[in-house]
């Protein structure tokens, strides 16, 4: 590893789950010092799974263990007025403070976005919520089924004739912490010009309306509702079990190119299939038709042949196909990380790779790791203090 | 606002060679937090999300133009086109041609970022790879957003989005039922990759300004997608486990899911997290007693007997509105939230009191709300600064304002079909149709 391109970055992470800790992760990988203020109980990602063995433990959650590679750890009780002072004093000298949870949280607690510029005016505070600091919907539960609802996300999504679908996963909580980690640097590199902080938001909601434009464009310029459609992106299952997507069969460019990986090559003269857009009013037709060929195929077999005559086609991937990649092998993307409780597991790493300067993930804290060397080493707490402040439930 | 009314990335300048969505949306933001963004395409290969150069037939249906009409020159009209790149100044420059390398590496010594998303080789090819720039220019910040990466046994594979969902790993826990994976319908892996990319360039500006070194970044868009669905990695790591798609359904919330409304193709998201959530929700459906009955009276039993659950729930939503309903149930502490369209989004009362879509006045197209939102500075906020550029656009102020070319020299370039302003396939359609 060469020079960390965030050296010298404080940061003190607030944040639960997915999109802040995310955000704290890359910073964290990228060379910054993050240090993760969880509550007493921890944050509520170290009880979702997945676990060893389906055994809940704090410490072994992969959730958890993933999304907080690269960061220190204390616990803080910001329901108490000492928990909150203990912050104040954190962040007196921060650079980014990454807050996630509810909506007027930290402002309820004095810690609010004015009180904190007062304190430390470079500050950069980025808020993760569902909705965003304010709007009609700032107090709404949301979470991720939600913000894909009313992020527009939902209603694109699946088969017309059936309910919408979610996209699979947490993935606008991620998308939110990648826009969190891109909003706090932006508003960073102003701070650190100018010296002049300011509050960041992101949302769960935006990040959903964020992650696409087509509803709203169809919407405007044509006066049209983009509905969900079966011809996008059809999936095709494969004589070996596999699943195979193809997303381009509309552009006229790998049209002539498909008809001949499938042996169809009579199919390119075909009036019926002429251009996009009767190949979308023939669709029954060419689904039909790839239906009966992909049952036929080998999945990961199509994907190679097709991509050696620069078709943009993929092949579906599980966790095993991924680990197992020669792709990812030959780039080293999973890295074996070890952590004092969960021990040696392999973990996804960062996906860019730096040429001049270097990443390093780093594991995950235990909680309140960190404690005495933040609160005696740092604030200058004696052990004895420690005691007190355990005792109160302040750490 | 700040003092002087600065944003954050006045005086970078970036030289962005990217196309469709992933990198110009990446670009897109930084222009909009001040950056001078310049997109250099070529006539003979503009970015795609241009649409047509001569519209076929349907090509109304197919691309998104101002009411369905390709119009005169479609290539300046196509929203996604202005969505993904309005901030941004437009340059032609062929850069298979020497004279096209020539003018780009004099632009590079007065950038600061180049950033690309061509398959692997093509920069290369051009003899515009990381170390010839940094010949040019040592401090520059090159970003590759490649499918695969640069390196390994498929970095030369291409891919859209759908193709990401499917070999990142994101496709193989979508879907309706267990053995049916899906597509989702919006190629999320472009905005994703979106979203890391423009926060990497900043971080490589950060170290820049402190060591003084330029970068090169190899991001690689599949592993972007994989690093989204990690806990599915580390499920498998420590079980051997494969998850499968669960539909709209959660492993441990009871009821999640969506429940159809009155009207046509209307929608409704629940996703109850503890017994008092759903307390509350039998309140607001006049149902009570199901919170106490012994199937669902605790999250394992509502886990359990989620269909007869779900069936119920819908019996209730099919009958009410979608959006009095999830005014209802937020109202009683329920997590619950309208399935919105296209529509419903741009009149959706939050989206409007947060800003989110913004109107755009674009030449040759109209006045249209874009997508603006997403992160929000409260003191430096993004900004809507120019709309879209027509190719080729800023020809003249690029080569001749920054880089000091003479009328005649850049009259030579177009001459020699080094720039121009109209695509080339359109020049030989006209060629064509004045010869016939």
């Not at chain 2, 197209?365 to 080729?392: D, M, N, Q």
Request: aromatic content about 8%; glycine content about 12%; some cysteine.
């Amino acid at each position: 590893m060469g020079l960390a391109l965030l050296d010298g970055l404080r940061v003190i992470e607030v944040a639960q789950g997915v999109a802040g800790p995310l955000a704290g992760k890359y910073y964290g990988a990228l060379g910054a010092d993050v240090l993760k203020v969880e509550p007493p109980a921890g944050d509520w990602a170290r009880r979702a799974g997945p676990f060893p063995g389906d055994e809940p433990h704090p410490e072994k959650s992969g959730l958890f263990l993933y999304l907080n590679t690269g960061k220190r750890g204390i616990t803080l009780n910001l329901e108490t007025a000492t928990g909150c002072q203990i912050l104040r004093r954190l962040l007196a000298d921060a650079d980014i403070l990454l807050y996630g949870g509810p909506a007027g949280y930290l402002e309820a607690r004095g810690l609010g976005h004015r009180e904190l510029s007062a304190l430390n005016p470079r500050l950069v505070a980025v808020s993760v919520t569902d909705f965003g600091e304010d709007g009609p919907y700032r107090d709404f539960k949301g979470g991720e089924l939600i913000a894909q609802a009313l992020g527009g996300v939902l209603y694109l999504s699946g088969y017309p004739e059936r309910e919408p679908l979610k996209v699979g996963g947490n993935t606008i909580q991620y998308l939110t912490g990648y826009l969190a980690f891109t909003g706090g640097l932006i508003a960073y590199y102003h701070a650190a010009a100018t010296g002049e902080g300011q509050l960041v938001e992101v949302s769960l909601m935006e990040s959903a309306v964020f992650a696409h434009h087509y509803a709203n464009l169809e919407w405007a310029f044509k006066g049209e509702i983009k509905r969900r459609r079966r011809d996008q992106s059809p999936t095709y299952r494969t004589g070996d079990g596999g699943y195979v997507t193809l997303s381009i069969i509309y552009r006229d460019v790998y049209w002539p190119t498909l008809t001949r990986l499938i042996g169809r090559p009579e199919l390119v003269d075909d009036p019926r299939f002429r251009d996009q857009a009767s190949r979308r009013d023939h669709w029954a037709e060419v689904d039909r038709i790839l239906a009966e060929y992909f049952a036929t195929q080998k999945a990961e077999e199509f994907y190679h042949r097709a991509q050696a005559e620069r078709m943009p086609v993929g092949y579906l991937c599980t966790p095993p196909d991924l680990l197992g990649s020669p792709q990812y092998q030959a780039r080293g993307f999973f890295q074996e990380i070890d952590h004092p409780a969960a021990g040696k597991l392999t973990y996804p790493g960062i996906p860019f790779r730096l040429d001049e300067a270097g990443w390093d993930l780093g594991r995950a804290p235990l909680l309140g790791e960190h404690n005495e060397a933040v609160y005696c080493g740092q604030l200058g707490y004696s052990k004895a203090d420690l005691v007190v402040l355990r005792d109160r439930n302040v750490i | 606002m700040t003092g002087d009314g600065r944003l954050p990335l006045e005086g970078v300048r970036i030289l962005d060679l990217t196309h469709v969505w992933a990198g110009p949306l990446a670009m897109r933001v930084l222009g909009s937090f001040g950056a001078e963004v310049i997109k250099v395409e070529s006539t003979r290969r503009y970015d795609m999300s241009r649409g047509e150069a001569v519209a076929g037939p349907g090509a109304g249906r197919v691309f998104i133009y101002p009411n369905a009409d390709p119009g005169e020159e479609p290539w300046n009209r196509e929203g996604r086109f202005i969505e993904r790149n309005y901030n941004k100044l437009g340059l032609t420059l062929d850069l298979t041609r020497p004279e096209g390398v020539e003018v780009f590496k004099r632009l590079v010594k007065i950038s600061d970022v180049v950033v690309e998303s061509f398959r692997v080789g093509v920069m290369a090819n051009f003899g515009l790879d990381y170390p010839r720039l940094r010949a040019v220019k040592p401090d520059i910040i090159m970003v590759s957003l490649s499918s695969q990466g640069q390196t390994g046994p498929e970095r030369a594979y291409g891919s859209f989005g759908a193709v990401l969902e499917q070999t990142g790993g994101l496709a193989a826990i979508t879907g309706y039922e267990p053995d049916a994976p899906t597509a989702t319908g919006t190629f999320i892996p472009d905005p994703v990759v979106a979203a890391l990319a423009a926060g990497l360039v900043v971080a490589a500006l950060h170290f820049r300004r402190r060591t003084g070194l330029g970068l090169y970044i190899d991001l690689s868009q599949r592993e972007t997608v994989t690093a989204i669905v990690g806990e599915t990695i580390m499920d498998y790591v420590m079980n051997g486990r494969v998850q499968r798609p669960m539909g709209n359904r959660h492993p441990t919330m009871a009821p999640h899911g969506v429940y159809p409304c009155a009207g046509e193709d209307r929608w409704i998201a629940i996703a109850v997290e503890d017994d008092s959530q759903f307390a509350a929700l039998c309140r607001v459906m006049g149902r009570p007693e199901l919170a106490v009955d012994e199937r669902f009276a605790d999250v394992v039993g509502r886990l359990r007997h989620q269909d007869e659950l779900d069936k119920i729930i819908a019996d209730w939503t099919r009958q009410h509105d979608h959006l009095e309903l999830m005014y209802r149930l937020q109202a009683a502490g329920v997590p619950a939230g309208a399935v919105l369209d296209g529509r419903e989004l741009l009149a959706d009362p939050h989206l409007q009191a947060r800003g989110f879509f913004r109107e755009l006045d674009q030449p040759g197209a109209g006045r249209y709300p874009v997508s603006f939102g997403g992160l929000k500075l409260h003191r430096t906020p993004a900004r809507i600064i120019r709309p879209a550029p027509r190719l080729g656009e800023h020809n003249e102020y690029i080569l001749g304002g920054l880089l000091g070319l003479s009328g005649e020299e850049i009259a030579a370039l177009e001459r020699a079909g080094v720039i121009g302003r109209i695509p080339a396939a359109a020049v030989r359609r006209e060629v064509e149709a004045s010869d016939g």
